[in-house]
């Protein structure tokens, strides 16, 4: 194989590296050449290694994922009827909270909506969305109090034996 002067002196013309040019050197500027095109292909699928990499982003729960809920037997710290439009419960809420932090300042709280039976789906998906909305307010009124979101755990039960909407607030 013999060696081309013509494409010696095209890479050392054209190739520069800010003020040191690659002068008389067309091997090692060919060298150069092949090493950088090596390294873009070789690193072309690699992505940049940061905190998300190993602790990830959390996606928000899809409405069909609900969380397990507490069993029947736990008495709610306070319930809050949604039968009525707009019902006035901050008040309580911050009492109840204030008082449950008082006894142990690392307390977690579950805020479950509670649904009625339905008699169809088209019913029960409207009552689902309603009572995530319930749900989502009370939780958001609780990091209004300061609660921090991991500490708030949301969850939908269907409850046969209820008559209207509801939101219980368990201490967890």
């Keep these: 194989m013999r060696f081309d002067h013509r494409v010696a002196r095209w890479i050392t013309t054209t190739w520069s590296l800010g003020h040191w040019s690659l002068g008389r050197r067309p091997v090692v500027a060919a060298g150069i050449a092949c090493g950088g095109a090596a390294a873009l292909v070789l690193l072309d699928g690699c992505a940049l290694v940061d905190q998300r990499t190993f602790a990830g982003t959390p996606e928000p ?70 009572g995530q909305t319930d749900a989502l307010a009370v939780a958001s009124a609780l990091r209004g109090q300061g609660i921090p979101a991991d500490r708030v755990i949301l969850g939908v039960r269907i409850d046969p034996a209820a008559k209207g909407r509801e939101v219980r607030v368990y201490v967890h």
């Design 61 to 130: 729960p899809a409405p069909a994922q609900v969380a397990a809920t507490p069993d029947a037997a736990r008495t709610p710290l306070i319930s809050i009827g949604f039968d009525r439009p707009d019902p006035h419960y901050q008040e309580l809420l911050r009492y109840a909270v204030a008082q449950a932090m008082l006894r142990r300042p690392d307390v977690a709280f579950d805020v479950v909506a509670v649904l009625p039976k339905s008699d169809t789906q088209t019913q029960a998906d409207d009552r689902l969305t309603q």
